[in-house]
């Protein structure tokens, strides 16, 4: 079982940046790939990005597509979020979570980062 931390979330103006970080401890994490999810209110939670266990393979939400990038630094068993051009749209508490290749997430949530971006 893997535990996850994450944090970095913020209140933004539309327009803006932010950085998410996700901690994992608990398994090798370098074996893992790695998921953003997020979850808006009134609405299911959906995948936002993958990266591979190299961080060699990324594959994104259409949604955030050339607007977010998704990172790696598995000496520091972390994975970031680098959110750009943020929407009110992309308000949601954000999660991240090991994932399979049919983008499904495979343990435990952790708390998620609340991310509010105004109009």
């Known amino acids: 079982q893997v535990q996850l931390v994450e944090s970095g979330g913020g209140l933004v103006q539309a327009g803006g940046s932010l950085r998410l970080s996700c901690a994992a401890s608990g398994r090798t994490f370098g074996r893992y790939a790695m998921g953003w999810f997020r979850q808006a209110p009134g609405k299911e939670r959906e995948f936002v990005a993958r990266i591979n266990w190299s961080g060699g393979n990324t594959y994104y939400a259409d949604s955030v597509k050339g607007r977010f990038t998704i990172s790696r630094d598995n000496a520091k068993n972390t994975v970031y979020l680098q959110m750009n051009s943020l929407k009110p749209e992309d308000t949601a508490v954000y999660y991240c979570?090991?994932?399979?290749?049919?983008?499904?997430?495979?343990?435990?949530w952790g708390q998620g980062t609340q991310v509010t971006v105004s109009s």
């Open positions: 979570n090991t994932i399979n290749q049919a983008f499904a997430a495979l343990d435990y």
